[in-house]
């Protein structure tokens, strides 16, 4: 069984920085994904980043390409989330994403979450 806990959230001013924390609990053994999303109040969820299994790739929504970059630490078991450069509307719930068919399937079904930490960048 796979668990998520992010960690990291807080209130930013615009222009600054942030980095989210996501605890992998489980060590998965495979090709799975894991990867970041985000939900604003009243928006749907969307893809923010996603990582393979070995982090020989990464993949960005266009809305955080150059400003956002996901990573993993094996040793801690953790994904990160660094956001630099943010942005009003990058306002939202963050939740880190995990699935066993691979970057591809995220958010697609099958996903395991974890329960989400809140960014809120003031302008």
């Known amino acids: 069984q796979v668990q998520l806990v992010e960690s990291g959230g807080g209130l930013v001013q615009a222009g600054g920085s942030l980095r989210l924390s996501c605890v992998i609990s489980?060590?998965?053994?495979?090709?799975?994904?894991l990867g970041w999303f985000r939900q604003a109040p009243g928006k749907e969820r969307e893809f923010v980043a996603a990582?393979?299994?070995?982090?020989?790739?990464?993949t960005y929504a266009d809305s955080v390409k150059g400003r956002f970059t996901i990573s993993r630490d094996y040793a801690q078991d953790t994904l990160y989330l660094q956001m630099n450069s943010l942005k009003p509307e990058d306002t939202a719930a963050y939740y880190c994403?995990?699935?066993?068919?691979?970057?591809?399937?995220?958010?697609?079904?099958?996903?395991?979450w974890g329960r989400g930490t809140q960014v809120t960048v003031s302008s």
């Open positions: 994403a995990f699935n066993w068919g691979g970057v591809a399937t995220l958010g697609r079904g099958d996903d395991y």
């Open positions: 489980g060590r998965p053994f495979g090709t799975y994904g």
């Open positions: 990582i393979t299994y070995n982090s020989d790739s990464t």
